[in-house]
Each structure stands twice: as structure tokens, then as C-alpha cells.
């Protein structure tokens, strides 16, 4: 590629390179240090309070549904449509009568589930072929890395929803797709810090040992790429949370009665008008986890970037 | 120059390919394939269901049906629409210039007020326009798009009731006003993400162009700032942005597709999710399949465009 800019990605470019200009201008103005630290204070200070917000959704989705006197399928029906902080249900009822606290809860450990393992995969299935195309490099890198380009090509939205449409919708089979359509950006990654690494001297030295391919790739190379890779992660997961939602919303992803945050919202437009907390809460929840993990990359990415400790 | 030109087009023709591969994969993960509508027909019969499978070509080898389903893309035979028997291009051709609309408008409003924002943020680097431009940017990608959608309807349309809540046009009003008004809250909708990123990846290459000597030089000779700034700084920060743009394009096409379904907007976005839910197999392919030829073309026009624009890329 020409591009002066690393490309970017997952949802097709969400993850941005926020940090790329610190470095470059950095090092040209000398009256810079004092901003600089206030930056990257900044920066962390917005992480932690990310990683604070994600703690605390992951408390409540996995914990608060037993401090709660009904479950998420109670049906409570002389209550439906009842107003957020009115009743005993907190944050108000939907159209059937079910507590909707009880279901953003549950929602959300389905939608973190779901980010959280679609990374898992992805991260696996993006290291191994980024790893394999950076090592060997040749025919079988260039063929896997143009895969990787084929793959970029799709709007992520639209390659998720052909495939959700044919198979049966579950947690498991949407998590794997979402997966699936997502590991492109980290075997990006993984492929440039190998070609890079492989070259190195401690690489070259291990090589000459007598090292295999397998301990030279596992043992040398990849946990010297572990900063990238964790930083590429966590932004995964921030667009696997993103990804269900959509295809949820869209009537494809986890159905009913499972809910999941996306789904909550899938009939929530007919009710704008009428009982607006059923859209508002369950977004609020989607762009408070969303936002959370990319503030978390971002802070990951100042920290475990070398290139700043100068 | 012509060297790379032909260079790019065999690395495009080698990915239309791989991407053609993995439309057709996509195609046959399908349960039943392509006969899976006939298999719902009430009383059809085994044997039925195979007399059918081969007048559909489809028990021969794989990369036999592969090739014929090739060829007949490159040929512009999409097939039909199993619902109204319609040529796929023609259906696509018909609902793709409302979501170009969208699209167009939408992009060219976000680029430029992006662009304001990352060149203001590179100026005053570190001044609380800066901070709150970055947080903004950062909570504005995290935003689904389709709940943005469902907040601005609800404030704009419920609430104060000065736009419609959807559609192209009011019944019966069919002017051009009206259109615009329609346009408003899907646009808004739709570019919040690239203002979002054409703000940061603005800011990072301003601060990137803002120390070069040329800049420099300009300051040197006299030049007003607002000089040095258009003609000299944004001017060649704006580079790389033709990069990003079209690695932008499948970003917008999704968004397209959700900010259509929400606000009902008659286009590609729309005619795919209408389609998933007929089951319109030859539809959702051509659809799968056009907006990834866009993106190939549109990443290869930024590629040539870089090049054109840019005289110290050395194109071999």
C-alpha cells in the first residue's frame, strides 16, 4: 500500500490510530515535554475510567440479576409500558411487562459474552495466519495476505447478515461468524510485526540454533508482538460488541426471548414515541461498553508502544 | 505511471477474484443452497426436489458451478430475483442511486466539517477544543449508528417535530424541498463516524505537514497565516486523506445500510435486508457482491489518485 497511514479497522475503520501524532510531532517541538505527559496523563486517566465502566458493567450484568426480586422473562402484565423510576421496576417495563433492568442486565452478558469470545477467536484465528504469512512470507504469505485484502473488501455489515441468514441464529453460531468476518485487522497486525521480527538478531540466532519453525514463531517471535496483539484485541472486541448489535437490531442475531442488547432495540422504533426508554437504555449500554474498550486500546496502545519512552 | 497502472489492475483482477471465491462460499454455506426455497414448497417430494437441483445445474462438481456462476457475473448475468423475476442489476441498478444520494451528500458535509475540526485541533494542539474534539470522536465511533438513527428521529421528528421520521418523500409532495428535508436526518446519521475519523486522521497529518521546512519557508516569505495554512499546510495534509477516503468506503456502505433501514430510505441498504428477509438469495448476492467491487474500485481510484496527486511517489 502507498498509504502514509496505517490502514484501519475492524468495523471498517472504527479503530483509529489516535496516538500515530503524538510521535511525530513530539519529538520536533522542544517545549512539548510537560503537554506531552499531560496527554498521555489524559489519555490513561480516560483508560482507567474505561476499564472502571467495564468492571462495573460486567459486576451488573453477572451479579445484579440476583439482587433483583424478577427475572428477565417475568412477565408482569397489569405493568406493561410502566415509566422508568415510577414502579418497582427501576428502569420501567417493555410491552409485555418485563422488568427492563432485569433484561439490559442479562442482555449485557450475552452481548460481553459475545465480544469478549468472537475476540478470542478472531485473535486466535488472526495470529495464526498473520504469523504463518509474516514467517514463511513468499507465495503462501502473499496468498494469505491478498485472503486478508478479499476479506476487507465485504462491508462487514453485509457479509455478517448474508451468512447470519443462512444459519440457525444461537450465542455460539453468531459469535463464530462475527469472528469469522473480524480477524483480518490482527493478522494485518501480527504479519508486519513478524516480517520485522524475523529479521532481528536474537530471531536469526535462534534460527541458527536449530530452533523449529514452531518454538522460532510461539517461543522468539510472538511474545515480542504481544503489545500490538493485545491493543488490536481489545478494539475487537469493542466492534464484536458493536457487530452483534447491529445484526441483532436487524433482526438476524441472538432472536427472542434471549435478549441482547441489539435486539432489545429491535422493536424499540415502533415505540419511540410512546415509551422512549425502551431505545434510550439498552444504546446508552451498547455506547458506554463500546466506548470503554476503545478508550482502553487507546491507553493500551500509548503504554505499550515503545516508541514513547524517549 | 503505466507500469503501475497495469501493476494495480492484475492485483485488483487477482482480489475480484479471491473476493468472487468467498461470495460463492458464502452462497453454498447456505442450508439446501440455492434450492433451500423450493425445499419450503408444502408437498414437494424428494425425488422432486433433485429433478429440480439438476435442472439447476447443481449436481455437478462445485468448481464446474463455480465457473459458470463466474462467468455469467462477468458477463453481467446476475440471474433473477426469485420474488418479482427481475433481472438482479436492474433491481440494484434502481435502488443505488438513492443510497449514492445519501452517500454523496452525506460524505462531502462530513469531509468538510472533519476536516475543519482536525485542522483547528492540529492548530490549537492541546487546548480544551482539542480534548473534546478527541473524547467526541472516540464516544461518536462507539455510537451504533442505528441507535443515533433512533435518537435523532426521536428528538428531531417526536419531540419537535420539524423533520419527517423517514422515507425520501411525503406522499403526494414530491418537490425538492421536501426531498432536502427527508435528506437531513439520515445524512446526519450517516456521517457522524466520518466526521469522526476524518477529524483524527486529519489532525494526525496537519501536525505531521505543520513543522516541514516548506511551511516554514511560506511563514518566512510573509505569507499570512491563513495563507500558509490553506495554501501550504492543509493543502498537502490533505495527501494521505485520499488514502483514508477510500478506505473509508466500507464503513460508509454499512452505515448506509443501517441509517437506510432506520430511516426507510429506498436504497441498496434497504433492498438487502428486504431481500435477506424473502430469502432473495440472487438479490443478497448481487448486492454482496456489488458493494465489494465498489470497495476494490474505490480503493484502487484512491490508489491511482494518491499517485496523481502526490509527484514525490515514485509509482515503480
Known amino acids: 500500500m502507498l498509504s502514509p497511514i496505517p490502514a484501519s479497522g475492524s468495523i471498517e475503520g472504527r479503530m483509529t490510530d489516535f496516538t500515530s501524532s503524538t510521535q511525530v510531532a513530539g519529538s520536533t517541538e522542544p517545549t512539548l515535554g510537560k503537554n506531552r505527559a499531560r496527554d498521555r496523563f489524559m489519555r490513561h ?46 428502569l420501567g417495563t417493555d410491552p409485555l411487562g418485563r422488568d427492563h433492568l432485569a433484561r439490559l442486565m442479562t442482555a449485557g452478558r450475552i452481548s460481553m459474552s459475545i465480544g469478549f469470545s468472537a475476540m478470542l477467536i478472531a485473535t486466535c484465528v488472526g495470529t495464526t495466519i498473520g504469523a504463518v504469512a509474516g514467517y514463511y512470507g513468499g507465495y503462501l504469505g502473499a496468498a494469505l495476505m491478498r485472503l486478508v485484502d478479499a476479506m476487507l473488501c465485504f462491508p462487514s455489515i453485509f457479509l455478517l447478515l448474508a451468512i447470519a441468514a443462512f444459519i440457525n441464529p444461537g450465542v455460539a453460531s453468531i459469535t463464530l461468524i462475527i469472528a469469522l468476518t473480524s480477524w483480518m485487522e490482527v493478522a494485518r497486525v501480527v504479519e508486519g510485526q513478524m516480517k520485522s521480527l524475523r529479521e532481528r538478531d536474537f530471531a536469526v540466532a535462534a534460527e541458527l540454533m536449530g530452533g523449529s519453525d514452531r518454538y522460532i514463531i510461539f517461543r522468539e517471535l510472538l511474545p515480542n508482538a504481544v503489545g500490538p496483539i493485545v491493543v488490536a484485541a481489545t478494539l475487537n472486541v469493542a466492534n464484536a460488541i458493536l457487530a452483534e448489535s447491529y445484526i441483532s437490531f436487524l433482526g438476524y442475531g441472538i432472536q427472542p426471548p ?53 | 505511471m503505466l507500469r503501475f497502472l497495469i501493476q494495480r489492475s492484475l492485483q485488483n483482477v487477482v482480489l475480484l477474484w479471491l473476493v468472487s471465491m468467498i461470495g460463492f462460499g458464502v452462497l453454498f454455506l447456505a442450508p439446501g443452497g440455492p434450492l433451500a426455497q423450493f425445499a419450503l414448497v408444502p408437498g414437494m417430494s424428494r425425488a422432486e426436489l433433485l429433478r429440480i437441483a439438476e435442472q439447476m445445474g447443481l449436481n455437478r462438481p462445485i468448481p464446474a458451478q463455480y465457473w459458470e456462476w463466474f462467468t455469467r457475473l462477468l458477463s453481467g448475468d446476475w440471474g433473477h430475483s426469485y420474488r418479482d423475476g427481475q433481472p438482479v442489476l436492474w433491481i440494484i441498478g434502481s435502488h443505488l442511486g438513492a443510497t449514492l444520494e445519501l452517500m454523496v451528500v452525506s460524505a462531502t458535509v462530513a469531509v468538510a466539517v472533519g476536516m475543519w475540526v482536525g485542522v483547528l485541533g492540529a492548530i490549537r494542539r492541546y487546548s480544551v477544543f482539542d480534548y473534546l474534539a478527541t473524547i467526541g470522536a472516540m464516544i461518536a465511533l462507539s455510537i451504533p449508528t442505528f441507535w443515533f438513527g433512533l435518537v435523532t428521529i426521536y428528538v428531531f421528528s417526536v419531540k419537535l417535530a420539524i423533520l419527517p421520521a423517514g422515507n425520501m418523500y411525503t406522499i403526494g409532495d414530491g418537490s425538492f424541498w421536501d426531498y432536502v428535508r427527508h435528506l437531513i436526518a439520515p445524512s446526519l446519521v450517516l456521517g457522524l463516524v466520518t466526521v469522526a475519523l476524518w477529524s483524527r486522521y486529519m489532525r494526525s497529518s496537519m501536525l505531521e505537514v505543520i513543522h516541514q521546512d516548506y511551511v516554514r519557508t511560506a511563514r518566512a516569505k510573509g505569507a499570512s497565516e491563513w495563507v500558509v495554512l490553506t495554501r501550504h499546510a492543509i493543502r498537502n495534509a490533505l495527501l494521505p486523506m485520499i488514502t483514508v477516503a477510500g478506505l473509508q468506503l466500507p464503513t460508509l456502505l454499512s452505515g448506509a445500510l443501517v441509517t437506510e433501514t432506520v430511516f426507510t430510505w429506498p436504497g441498496m ?16 448476492m448481487g448486492v454482496l457482491m456489488l458493494s465489494a467491487v465498489l470497495v476494490l474500485i474505490g480503493n484502487m481510484l484512491a490508489d491511482i489518485l494518491y499517485a496523481v496527486a502526490d509527484p514525490r511517489i515514485r509509482l515503480d
Open chain 2, 269 to 284: 441498504g434497504r433492498l438487502f435486508l428486504d431481500s435477506l428477509s424473502y430469502r432473495d438469495y440472487p438479490v443478497v
Open chain 1, 258 to 310: 434471549t435478549p441482547s442488547w441489539g435486539n432489545m432495540l429491535n422493536n424499540a422504533q415502533q415505540y419511540l414515541s410512546s415509551a422512549p426508554w425502551l431505545a434510550i437504555f439498552p444504546g446508552v449500554a451498547i455506547t458506554l461498553a463500546v466506548t470503554s474498550f476503545n478508550f482502553i486500546g487507546d491507553g493500551l496502545r500509548d503504554a505499550l508502544d515503545p516508541r514513547l519512552d524517549h
Open chain 1, 45 to 90: 486517566r480516560l483508560a482507567v475510567l474505561g476499564a472502571g465502566m467495564i468492571i462495573a458493567l460486567v459486576l451488573l450484568s453477572f451479579a445484579g440479576p440476583y439482587l433483583l426480586p424478577f427475572n428477565d422473562l417475568y412477565i408482569d402484565i397489569r405493568n406493561r409500558f410502566a415509566p422508568p423510576f415510577a414502579s418497582i421496576h427501576i
